[in-house]
């Protein structure tokens, strides 16, 4: 059983920044892959980082490129997601994901982060 715990979510104005966590139970070098989605209301999710188990490789959505940095600390089975630089429309739930190399998916409770104008 994996189970994935963010934190660090809350009420921003815009050009600030955000620092969010996500707790894994068990080493986090272990996991294909890590990171986060998010989902703003009416929306559907949408990726926006992740970070390789291996190589920790970091991909980016276009949308947050050069703003948001994704990071791993493997003694404390912890990835986290630096945001710099918000947008009211970053505004959406945040969620952490991991994957295993069998192909399954694992999933947060979600964070909440409200950007204000």
């Known amino acids: 059983q994996v189970h994935l715990v963010e934190s660090g979510g809350g009420l921003v104005q815009a050009g600030g920044s955000l620092r969010l966590s996500c707790a894994a139970s068990g080493s986090v070098s272990r996991f294909y892959a890590m990171g986060w989605y998010r989902q703003a209301p009416g929306k559907q999710r949408e990726f926006v980082a992740s970070i390789s188990g291996l190589s920790s490789t970091p991909r980016f959505a276009d949308k947050v490129k050069g703003r948001f940095t994704i990071s791993r600390d493997n003694a404390k089975n912890t990835v986290y997601l630096q945001m710099n630089s918000l947008k009211p429309e970053d505004t959406a739930g945040y969620y952490c994901?991991?994957?295993?190399?069998?192909?399954?998916?694992?999933w947060g409770q979600g964070t909440q982060v409200t950007v204000s104008s």
């Open positions: 994901y991991a994957s295993n190399m069998g192909g399954a998916n694992y």
